[in-house]
């Protein structure tokens, strides 16, 4: 049981020590050491004062999940669940031991269950996140595991509830994607500004002749970064797509450590990014080709566009391939631009307003990413979502 | 229709256009011709508010007003209308949700109510008929990897479309081969009314055998140092931008 009922992140583990609960979680979280500034993958999310602020901590009451249909998680418990999923309550979920992320082992640690799906048949699953609390420090993890010659789907949303704010969700995923399956998870997640800076630190294991499709769209005001630990092992196949569309004064961004561990593993990793007025977008993705994986291939590339006439949107690209196996195919690329004049001027030359014309170039860019999805109803969301985003932006001429 | 007068205008610092007068009269065919550099496209960029193009002195009318404040969309929703030497491609953006934006744009300026995608698909099937274009055309990205017959023909189903009042063709001629040319005329052709007037920019007399000019410009150094009628497009091919030199 929680026993602190305020403090920081540190002092919430620090409470867990002297209970001696998830000893390992914490040696490795000390081995890591707490992120700062100058820690590589949260060089330019100003993590410092996330991890220094105070906050009220979250117990998480016993709650008998009511059937749904869709998964709900409020403030990081189970609500609803539909009857056709299994999905229990771990204490004592398992981590994996060579995470990059200290706060992977953190969330593990300061996780006192775990949330644990298992997907045995070929299913469709909504999950829905909402934040209630305000000034909150919550922490959950979910286990997925889906498994051998099963398809499935996982669409995740994100709610904050108008008065939350201030809050710091620490949540995270470890997946199995075991042989032969396949997983595609699209993640529609639109953070408002005043709301709650959100941490998601996974870890995904892509089995043998297994396939991961990872679809993302992150857009709004608010701030955000996902760190991935991504395992391949032989013949998996990973997509990776990531569409970011920040605003006002938000940092979103994907930290990305792939590694091909298996032959024949192949990889796509596409990246697209939208940082208007002051905001920062973050694209750190290594791509590791291990001995063992020959014959596999990778193809990274991020692209981005700053909006802000003022020069006050700011865009960290860092693509790295690091390769250990001479047989393979390889390519990585980046670029930072900002819309064309040409095209707007072309556009505007019709009678299309400047807003119109400028909306339908920055549509134009995101659109390859969104048309990823099959689901229309999906779609139909994430292009709410975007529109949503878009609109709350400044319109500088 | 359009009275260009005095107008000095300067790309990147340079001045380009050195005083030119000229007057667009309505229903009429114009044509400008003139040497490379002599300010022929810098003219029709000018009169579009091109973002390039600083006008330092002078003045456009149009319909009895100055332009010059006005955005070139503002131009364009009142009729001003520019085909372009080389349209610009823009990938991502459908050419037929394009269309369809510009032309509702345009009807809600006129007060006219917008067009749903059924009855704009509906008045592009028979456009696109017309010019010969097929018809999955228009559900590409705009101009994206179209070939330079394409592009035109793009050019001229948009002017057809819009139906604007004046009609700027900046080399409309240039990289066409003999039946895209013509296909592209009899478009150009089929909207010539007593209400609309063109201003023809070009290099070569060989458009100007399908559409018939009321009046050959000649532009040199910035400014209109010849008017004439359609025969001095014949002293232009039998002796070169020199005949201006001789009679001046």
Redesign the interface.
Known sequence: MKTLSKGTLVDLLKSYRTETRQTDALEHFDTLGLPGNKTEQYRHFSIKPILAKSYTIANIPNVTPQSGEYIEIVDGVVVRVPDSITLTIETAPQFDDSHFDALYYAGHAASETCIAITVTNDVKIKIHHRITQSEALLTYRIALNVEKNVHAQVYETFENSSQAEGSLVLYGYDINVNAYATLQWIRNQSIEDKHNVLLGSHQITVADNAAMKLRTYDFGAGSALHLYKIDLQEHADLQSTHLVYATSHAARGNVLHISHRGRYSKSVQEAKYIINDHATGIFDGLIKIEHDAKFSSTRQNSKAMLLSAHGGARMYAKPQLEIYTDELEASHGSSTGQLD???I??????????I??KK??I???A??LMEYVEDEIIIQEIETAFDVAHNSASKEK | MLEIKNLYAEIEGKSILKGLNLTLEKGKVHAIMGPNGSGKSTLSKAIVGHYEVKVTDGDIIYKGNSILEMEADERALEGIFMSFQNPIEVPGVNNAYFLRTALNAKREHEGKTQLNAAEFLKLMRVQLEQLGMKKDMIQRSLNDGFSGGEKKRNEILQMEILQPSVIILDEIDSGLDIDALKAVAEGINRIKSPERTFLVITHYSRILDYIKPDYIHILQDGQIVKTGGPELVEALEAEGYKIVGKES
């Open positions: 004049e040409k095209q001027f072309y556009l505007r030359s019709r009678g299309i307003s400047i119109e014309a339908m170039l549509l134009a860019f659109h390859e």
